[in-house]
């Protein structure tokens, strides 16, 4: 071998070297660094720097020097290197202050003297140029194309590490912001559901949350019954942050919301090629394993899929849809209803033994009418979570309002509670929500309950009888009503009929009702 074979073969085993280098490098700035020294040496010159193209504002950005954090950034049009990156072709400039493209700043920026400069461009895997390669100041004379070729073997390799590397960075930060954002969210709910988050100032549902606190670390199945609104879904939840399946999934399924044929897929899963087209798909048990699942509306099941959410809780594992292995499955089952499943059963609606299974532990949720006394502190509550939510500064209730709250009857319970506080506060023109602010469709104290299902409509006058005298018999009522729910306090029993106090003694004396 003559001696220019043996200084090719050289230099190709060095570059092997430096690519085996590079390869194991995952850090982008330590591979920068790795690349930088070795082609240093490789190439017999005093710096090596590699140009990173950002595309977003077209500038090329380099390391100032080897190890150093300090970032030069620059249009990426300019200079020698900003040639290359345009065009994609290599430069070798042996006199860098007669060539035109030479950009003086640089040297200006960073103090040092280049001589002579040799740039190549840097491709990724689908040819697209992501920067540019740099080596100033050969040792002695100027760079050869030896050297040219030995720079383009370099950076051809160290592009794809480049990309690489950046992209596992890109998914170390993501992750870390999963992670992060996965334990912010988690001691969210965590603080939401626990059992001592429920609201309650009453004996009925301190009740509730102290049976929670109980049954914390047995695994039960638990029906919780009550109107629409009450909260049924509020209590599942707490049951399942408080327990020791905490960490695990709490999968939540309304069983009204979905037709027969689609519910056994959805809660068993599904085998590929069931049907044409199907793809398999595990169900929404086979998801909740090790944790919590939440039937909703269990009382729209149908009779088959009753069967089969029992033989699965019996045998506690499942088959999916067309399938033929048994699949172990540890869930724990909630359930809520606002039907009468005692009734059900009668009417051979509901399975009695899945009845028995799932009402292990009952838990009724009384409608907001039955316990007026929880209303205050929801509502303040509400209006806490309201400002917590905005970034509003803290609003109050006045007493008038907390009244009129308490009084109304509220067929849509907690929930319509908590929409109509929102109400308020978002339309409040003070710090004090008052009665001016109240809805006029409020639900009103002596509204039936919504079983009764009777409209809350005035009574209507007798036949017969004149509209003048109608209006007087509905204009007495109102104002009786008004001083009733203000203690006789005729300044404001006067703002929630509209009129003035001088308006409310005149017609109070017209109808001869006492002050
Ligand atoms: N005691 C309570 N303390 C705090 N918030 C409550 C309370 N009871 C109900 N809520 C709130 O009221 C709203 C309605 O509750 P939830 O969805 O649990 O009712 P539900 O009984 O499941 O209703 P539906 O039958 O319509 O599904 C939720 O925003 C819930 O957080
Ligand atoms: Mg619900």
């Given at each position: 071998m003559g001696p220019v074979a043996a200084g090719v073969q050289d230099r190709l085993g060095a570059i092997l070297a430096i690519c085996r280098k590079m390869n194991s490098e995952r850090d982008l700035a330590s591979l920068l660094d790795v690349v930088a020294r070795e082609a240093t040496s490789l190439l017999d010159c005093d710096r090596a720097s590699i140009f990173l193209l950002d595309r977003e504002r077209n500038e090329l950005w380099s390391k100032v020097a080897l190890g150093s954090s300090e970032i030069l950034r620059f249009d990426a049009r300019r200079g020698v290197v900003g040639s290359t990156v345009m065009s994609g072709r290599t430069a070798n400039v042996c006199n860098v202050y007669d060539d035109s493209r030479f950009y003086h700043a640089i040297d200006g920026q960073t103090g040092y003297r280049t001589r002579n400069v040799l740039a190549v461009a840097m491709r990724n895997q689908r040819g697209e140029i992501i920067g540019a390669f740099e080596a100033l100041n050969k040792n002695s004379g100027d760079f050869t194309p030896r050297d040219e070729e030995s720079l383009e073997a370099l950076a051809s390799h160290a592009a794809i590490s480049i990309e690489t590397a950046q992209l596992i960075g890109e998914l170390r930060r993501s992750q870390n912001e999963l992670v992060e954002q996965n334990a912010h969210l988690f001691r969210e709910v965590e603080n939401r559901y626990?059992?001592?988050?429920?609201?309650?100032?009453?004996p009925r549902l301190e009740q509730v949350a102290r049976l929670i606190e109980r049954i914390r670390d047995s695994l039960v199945n638990v029906l919780v019954t009550g109107e629409s609104g009450t909260g049924k879904e509020m209590v599942a939840k707490a049951i399942h942050y408080a327990s020791s399946r905490a960490r695990k999934r709490f999968v939540a399924l309304n069983c009204a919301a979905l037709p027969d044929t689609l519910l056994e897929s959805e809660l068993f899963g599904i085998e590929k090629g069931v049907a044409t087209g199907v793809t398999s798909r595990i169900g929404h048990f086979e998801t909740a394993d090790g944790g919590t699942l939440f039937l909703d509306e269990i009382g729209d099941l149908s009779l088959t899929a009753q069967a089969k959410i029992l033989r699965v809780l019996q045998e506690r594992t499942l088959e999916r849809v067309g399938g033929r292995t048994p699949i172990p499955v540890d869930v724990r089952l909630l359930a809520a209803t606002n039907k009468d499943l005692d009734a059900e059963i009668a009417r051979g609606h509901f399975r009695e033994d899945l009845y028995y299974r799932i009402k292990v532990i009952h838990i009724h949720m009384p409608p907001l009418r039955e316990v007026p006394e929880e209303i205050p502190l929801l509502a303040r509550h509400f209006l806490k979570e309201y400002c917590r939510e905005t970034g509003c500064p803290p609003m109050e209730l006045s007493q008038a309002v907390i009244r009129r709250l308490s009084a109304a009857?509220?067929?849509?319970n907690v929930r319509q509670l908590r929409n109509e506080v929102m109400r308020l506060a978002a339309c409040a023109s003070g710090p004090v929500i008052g009665e001016q602010d109240l809805w006029e469709g409020l639900p009103s104290p002596s509204a039936p309950p919504p079983a009764a299902a009777a409209p809350a409509a005035p009574r209507s006058p007798a036949t017969g009888q004149s509209l003048k005298s109608a209006i007087g018999e509905l204009e007495m009522r109102m104002i009786q009503q008004a001083l009733a729910e203000t203690r006789n306090n005729q300044q404001q029993a006067a703002r929630l009929l509209g009129l003035s106090r001088q308006g409310l003694i005149n017609k109070m004396k017209r109808y001869r009702i006492a002050g």
């Open positions: 626990a059992a001592h988050g429920i609201i309650a100032s009453g009857s509220w067929p849509g």
